[in-house]
């Protein structure tokens, strides 16, 4: 793996990760193109829930919460 | 093999997505969109109260269909589930896209939100490959207006080539154009020709392979290049449809088959497996969308929505965000027992001056006196009773919640809560059915199609009882304000909210702890992977509140009371009248029933309020009352103190309200919801289930906590 991948759920809240990598599969990753998630996509971290997870990002103007289990599937370059 | 008139014809779509039709003249109009783009609101807008509602041909996924006239024209608009794509994930998608593709309408509207284009854009680029008929209606065009996000509507036509309209539903606005624009596209007065999304080199080389064989057999009428790249896909739902609707059957096309064997090697000497393709596919429409959005939309203020993340800060912080949420639903009880009070005793007031009144009719016509008893003492008082006792709080409870529902608020508790579902191996949205339960449980449970998983989904139908509906408040509400406020003095509505409070927490804590029972046990799984839009918050529209929720809600759930009360209430007056060896039937299967009773607290005639109160919840007060009163039929209900007294005398103390309240939250739903969970599982099975599992902790609950004050020697 590159080095300067993370996880996106890794992702610091508050800052900006590009989309580099999905290692989802089946119906899970369809969800994620769905959302836009795409190759070079910036997704901000916007905040934790109360309890740490799931966490909220802003994709593409929406925002969206994911669990960790599948925020960690999806791999980010920091911005 | 083109298409022939009769397989998409009216009876078609009658048959196989039942689209009443009531002359052939008749215009189909569907309704698309991403969830959270005020679909409904422009579908309720459009079709006012000329609307039902239904579930799809074999389907849990409901089908709301509406019409409206438009120049001495019926329209008929049939709201396809929400969806973010098209490409058939899941069963909504799959309906939605059967229906644009295969029930012909004369034209499909795409609902998108103004604030949100660029994501909505792909499902309108979907919709665009597989029919030409499509307007776009870009919608809360005011909440754009207010974050300063300007969109050239004009130039967003000409790129997408169809015609483009911006609305905000919730005032009406531009709902006129949308109709002109829908009437000369479905009379053809204007044909829009979508730009198609444009795939990369080796994916129109991959489709050309297929894409000519394809259109010797459709003909005209479906986008051939469309289904060619399904097909290379691997869309094996496409061709079921085909075939349902079509009768064609692709599957035995050997020629069809060769030519898709032929585009996959194709593409796999590019090294593009099929999985890499769905992505190649997904990433030409993403681009395609990002770069209509990139020259149509200005956002003049970057920061348009700081305001919501502040206010979002605040609400989900970990500091405040669960705190603020139980406040809310606080202040949300205590204003529905504060404001009921009043109306309670004015509704109680005028509807027992009526039966006086009507009392002394029957008596002037002279009619038996038994008569006389069931139609007003059994019948007339039993409804009496659930009008007033369920009326005041319901007008109040409905537009406040769906207040906060309409402020967005809903998907934040969800946020918030998630964890703990997560823990407990189940679904996000069940957060959101939960909710839902608090209003009703049926509608907590029809809500529960919103989840994918079917385990899932079982789990969040067989907790969502745990939450009291509307039916039960008026039980704990009297509970808490006869018993715990009478205690309190002074703070004797804060205490009584208090009290409910904690009563609904337990509720949320033993849904969290059942689903993880039932995650471990019978329903066993991991929870599977979950995305929630929390959709910008909106400013709700208070008379827009004020009418769906007293017409949709409020007189929705009174009606339903009031038809099973009715019979109810002539059930029981029969059973509290009818004596055998000088003891009435009642009381016969109530001391039958004690020594079971009393051991969890309560006693033989709770037992039976609740065993009779199966077909509504609302009715189990009154059934008790009645019971105890000696004369058989329902007292007025003139003070509350005059209800303590009653209590009291009949043996209550302290646990007792408190294990009725444990009760109340926990037993067997009532006989809606039960009908409700049975056509939604289709199962006995799985109704029994939600039957036994919340009776069961009921009974646990209340033997614990009675034998253990007991034990303890505090009462």
Same mark, same amino acid.
């Given at each position: 793996?590159?080095?300067?991948?993370?996880?996106?759920?890794?992702?610091?809240?508050?800052?900006?990760?590009?989309?580099?990598k999905?290692?989802?599969?089946?119906?899970?990753?369809?969800?994620?193109l769905?959302?836009?998630?795409?190759?070079?996509?910036?997704?901000?971290?916007?905040?934790?829930s109360?309890?740490?997870?799931?966490?909220?990002?802003?994709?593409?103007?929406?925002?969206?919460?994911?669990?960790?289990?599948?925020?960690?599937?999806?791999?980010?370059?920091?911005? | 093999?083109?298409?022939t008139?009769?397989?998409?014809?009216a009876?078609?779509?009658?048959?196989?997505?039942?689209?009443?039709?009531?002359?052939?003249d008749?215009?189909?109009?569907?309704?698309?969109?991403?969830?959270?783009? #005020?679909?409904?609101?422009?579908?309720?807008?459009?079709?006012?109260?000329?609307?039902?509602?239904?579930?799809?041909?074999?389907?849990?996924?409901?089908?709301?269909?509406?019409?409206?006239?438009?120049?001495?024209?019926?329209?008929?608009?049939?709201?396809?589930?929400?969806?973010?794509?098209?490409?058939?994930?899941?069963?909504?998608e799959?309906?939605?896209?059967?229906?644009?593709?295969? #029930?012909?309408?004369?034209?499909?509207?795409?609902?998108?939100?103004a604030?949100?284009?660029?994501?909505?854009?792909?499902?309108?680029?979907?919709?665009?490959?597989?029919?030409?008929?499509?307007?776009?209606?870009?919608?809360?065009?005011?909440?754009?207006?207010?974050?300063k996000?300007?969109?050239?509507?004009?130039?967003?036509?000409?790129?997408?080539?169809?015609?483009?309209?911006?609305?905000?539903?919730?005032?009406?606005?531009g709902?006129?154009?949308?109709?002109d624009?829908?009437?000369?596209?479905?009379? #053809?007065?204007?044909?829009p020709?979508?730009?198609?999304?444009?795939?990369?080199?080796?994916?129109?080389?991959?489709?050309?392979?297929?894409?000519?064989?394809?259109?010797?057999?459709?003909?005209?009428?479906?986008?051939?290049?469309?289904?060619?790249?399904?097909?290379?896909?691997?869309?094996?739902?496409?061709l079921?449809?085909?075939?349902?609707?079509?009768?064609i059957?692709?599957?035995?096309?050997?020629l069809?088959?060769?030519?898709i064997?032929?585009?996959r090697?194709?593409?796999?000497?590019?090294?593009?497996?099929?999985e890499?393709?769905?992505d190649?596919?997904?990433?030409?429409?993403?681009?395609?969308?990002?770069?209509?959005?990139?020259?149509?939309?200005?956002?003049?203020?970057?920061?348009?929505?700081?305001?919501?993340?502040?206010?979002?800060n605040?609400?989900?912080?970990?500091?405040?965000?669960?705190?603020?949420?139980?406040?809310?639903l606080?202040?949300?009880?205590?204003?529905?027992?504060?404001?009921?009070?009043?109306?309670?005793?004015?509704?109680a007031?005028?509807?027992f001056?009526?039966e006086?009144?009507?009392?002394?009719?029957?008596?002037?016509l002279?009619?038996?006196?038994?008569?006389?008893?069931?139609?007003?003492?059994?019948?007339?008082?039993?409804?009496?009773?659930?009008?007033?006792?369920?009326?005041?709080?319901?007008?109040?409870?409905?537009?406040?919640?769906?207040?906060?529902?309409?402020?967005?608020?809903?998907?934040?508790?969800?946020?918030?809560?998630?964890?703990?579902?997560?823990?407990?191996?189940?679904?996000?949205?069940?957060?959101?059915?939960?909710?839902?339960?608090?209003?009703?449980?049926?509608?907590?449970?029809?809500?529960?199609?919103?989840?994918?998983?079917?385990?899932?989904?079982?789990?969040?139908?067989?907790?969502?009882?745990?939450?009291?509906?509307? #039916?039960?408040?008026?039980?704990l509400?009297?509970?808490?304000?006869?018993?715990?406020?009478?205690?309190?003095?002074?703070?004797?509505?804060?205490?009584?909210?208090?009290?409910?409070?904690i009563?609904?927490?337990?509720?949320?804590?033993?849904t969290?702890?059942?689903?993880?029972?039932?995650?471990?046990?019978?329903?066993?799984?991991?929870?599977?992977?979950?995305?929630?839009?929390?959709?910008?918050?909106?400013?709700?529209?208070?008379?827009?509140?004020?009418?769906?929720?007293?017409f949709?809600?409020?007189?929705?759930?009174?009606?339903?009371?009031?038809?099973?009360?009715?019979?109810?209430?002539?059930?029981?007056?029969?059973?509290?009248?009818?004596?055998?060896?000088?003891?009435?039937?009642?009381?016969?299967?109530?001391?039958?029933?004690?020594?079971?009773?009393?051991l969890?607290?309560?006693?033989?005639?709770?037992?039976?309020?609740f065993?009779?109160?199966?077909?509504?919840?609302?009715?189990?007060?009154?059934?008790?009352?009645?019971?105890?009163?000696?004369?058989?039929?329902?007292?007025?209900?003139d003070?509350?103190?005059?209800?303590?007294?009653?209590?009291?005398?009949?043996?209550?103390?302290?646990?007792?309200?408190?294990?009725m309240?444990?009760?109340?939250?926990?037993?067997?739903?009532?006989g809606?919801?039960?009908?409700?969970?049975?056509?939604?599982?289709?199962s006995?099975?799985?109704?029994?289930?939600?039957?036994?599992?919340?009776?069961v902790?009921?009974?646990?609950?209340?033997?614990?906590?009675?034998?253990?004050?007991?034990?303890?020697?505090?009462?």
């Open positions: 793996m590159n080095k300067n991948l993370m996880p996106l759920d890794k992702l610091p809240i508050g800052s900006f990760g590009k989309v580099k999905l290692i989802a599969e089946g119906v899970a990753r369809r969800r994620m769905d959302l836009g998630l795409i190759y070079d996509t910036t997704v901000e971290s916007l905040r934790e109360p309890a740490g997870d799931p966490i909220a990002y802003e994709i593409r103007g929406a925002v969206i919460a994911l669990r960790s289990e599948e925020a960690s599937k999806i791999l980010v370059e920091l911005v | 093999m083109g298409l008139k009769q397989s998409t014809g009876g078609a779509l009658k048959e196989m997505f039942e689209v009443e039709l009531e002359s052939p008749d215009i189909v109009v569907a309704l698309a969109g991403n969830p959270n783009t #005020g679909k409904s609101t422009v579908f309720n807008s459009l079709t006012g109260l000329n609307q039902h509602t239904g579930n799809w041909p074999g389907k849990t996924v409901s089908n709301a269909q509406g019409n409206f006239t438009h120049r001495n024209k019926k329209y008929i608009l049939v709201d396809l589930p929400g969806t973010y794509s098209l490409l058939a994930n899941s069963v909504e799959q309906v939605a896209r059967d229906f644009i593709c295969f #029930g012909n309408p004369h034209a499909t509207v795409v609902v998108t939100d604030t949100c284009i660029e994501r909505n854009l792909n499902l309108v680029l979907q919709i665009m490959e597989i029919t030409n008929k499509v307007i776009v209606c870009i919608n809360l065009m005011d909440e754009a207006k207010r974050k996000i300007n969109i050239d509507i004009n130039k967003l036509s000409n790129l997408l080539g169809v015609p483009v309209v911006g609305t905000s539903a919730r005032s009406g606005e709902l006129d154009e949308l109709k624009i829908v009437e000369k596209v479905a009379s #053809g007065e204007i044909i020709t979508p730009t198609y999304v444009s795939y990369d080199e080796i994916l129109e080389k991959a489709i050309k392979e297929v894409e000519p064989h394809i259109h010797y057999l459709v003909d005209n009428q479906m986008n051939s290049k469309w289904i060619a790249l399904r097909l290379i896909d691997g869309d094996s739902p496409l079921e449809s085909m075939a349902n609707y079509l009768n059957n692709l599957s035995q096309d050997d069809l088959e060769n030519r064997d032929l585009a090697i194709k593409l796999e000497e590019e090294n593009i497996e099929i890499d393709l769905r190649r596919i997904v990433l030409s429409i993403v681009k395609t969308a990002e770069s209509i959005y990139k020259k149509v939309v200005y956002v003049e203020n970057k920061a348009y929505n700081h305001l919501d993340r502040k206010v979002d605040v609400l989900t912080s970990k500091l405040f965000g669960i705190p603020i949420m139980i406040a809310l606080g202040l949300v009880f205590w204003l529905t027992i504060e404001g009921s009070n009043v109306p309670s005793a004015m509704l007031e005028g509807l001056w009526i006086g009144h009507l009392t002394v009719f029957f008596q002037w002279g009619s038996p006196t038994w008569i006389h008893d069931i139609l007003i003492l059994g019948i007339y008082r039993t409804l009496a009773w659930v009008v007033s006792v369920m009326l005041p709080p319901m007008a109040i409870f409905f537009p406040l919640f769906t207040f906060l529902e309409d402020l967005g608020y809903l998907p934040r508790v969800a946020f918030n809560l998630d964890h703990y579902f997560k823990k407990a191996c189940a679904h996000g949205k069940q957060a959101l059915t939960m909710c839902m339960g608090f209003g009703c449980n049926a509608a907590g449970v029809i809500a529960c199609r919103i989840i994918d998983s079917p385990r899932e989904r079982l789990i969040a139908i067989i907790t969502n009882n745990f939450v009291p509906c509307n #039916g039960r408040f008026p039980t509400i009297a509970l808490a304000s006869i018993f715990i406020a009478s205690a309190a003095g002074a703070f004797s509505s804060f205490a009584a909210t208090l009290s409910v409070l009563t609904i927490i337990l509720g949320v804590i033993l969290l702890f059942i689903s993880k029972l039932l995650s471990k046990t019978i329903l066993k799984g991991l929870p599977s992977s979950f995305t929630l839009e929390l959709p910008p918050y909106r400013k709700p529209q208070v008379g827009r509140i004020i009418v769906r929720s007293i949709d809600r409020t007189l929705f759930v009174l009606g339903r009371a009031i038809a099973i009360a009715a019979p109810a209430g002539l059930v029981i007056w029969l059973m509290a009248n009818i004596t055998i060896a000088d003891t009435s039937i009642l009381t016969h299967c109530a001391q039958f029933l004690n020594p079971f009773a009393q969890i607290g309560l006693d033989g005639y709770i037992m039976m309020a065993i009779l109160g199966l077909p509504a919840n609302e009715i189990v007060i009154p059934i008790l009352v009645m019971s105890y009163m000696s004369k058989g039929s329902m007292l007025e209900l003070s509350l103190t005059e209800m303590r007294q009653l209590l009291i005398d009949n043996g209550w103390t302290w646990l007792t309200a408190v294990c309240m444990l009760f109340s939250l926990n037993h067997w739903p009532c809606t919801t039960l009908w409700t969970i049975r056509k939604e599982t289709q006995w099975k799985w109704t029994w289930v939600s039957f036994l599992v919340p009776t902790t009921g009974i646990v609950l209340c033997f614990v906590v009675a034998q253990g004050a007991r034990l303890l020697g505090l009462v």
